[in-house]
């Protein structure tokens, strides 16, 4: 299972969790855009309580990735999000961000962004530290 193999599902509307593809120690959630989910943890309960909560709003819901921006273990996904309000019928087309962090082709952490330029920055701090932990082992 690959990245794009996550987000055909997800561009479906198929959020069943593919742990096929999430490493053991696997983080994910919102961040802070998302007033009442915000947060990255360790969360492997399914059905998922935080993911359900966010969905159980939505008739439909969909998030499709419109391009791959990768840095070394650190992936920003542009996504396009799509959904229909439950009860008001109100539909959403509206873009955001992915950021994932990888390692041996496995998923560690993932952030949902509504800003991808935020998302963007955050993703650059994270090769930062990527970088600063090789650079440490170099002199190791």
């Known amino acids: 299972m690959t990245l794009a193999d996550v987000y055909e599902r997800w561009s479906v509307g198929d959020w069943t969790p593919r742990f096929e593809f999430y490493a053991d120690d696997m983080e994910w ?3 802070d855009e998302f007033p ?5 943890f360790h969360d492997t309960e399914t059905p998922n309580r935080r993911l359900q909560a966010w969905l159980c709003e939505w008739d439909s ?4 990735a419109e391009d791959y921006v990768r840095f070394a273990g650190v992936v920003v996904v542009l996504t396009r999000y799509r959904g229909r309000g439950r009860g008001s019928g109100v ?3 509206v873009e955001g961000a992915h950021v994932w962090r990888l390692r041996d082709g496995k998923a560690v952490r993932l952030e ?3 800003d991808r330029e935020r998302a963007l920055r955050v993703a650059a701090d994270l090769v930062q530290d990527l970088v600063d932990d090789l650079a440490l082992s170099a002199k190791g």
């Open 91 to 93: 539909e959403v087309d």
């Open 61 to 64: 819901w969909q998030c499709e």
């Open 112 to 114: 949902v962004f509504a």
């Open 36 to 40: 009442g989910i915000a947060g990255v």
């Open 29 to 31: 959630g919102w961040s």
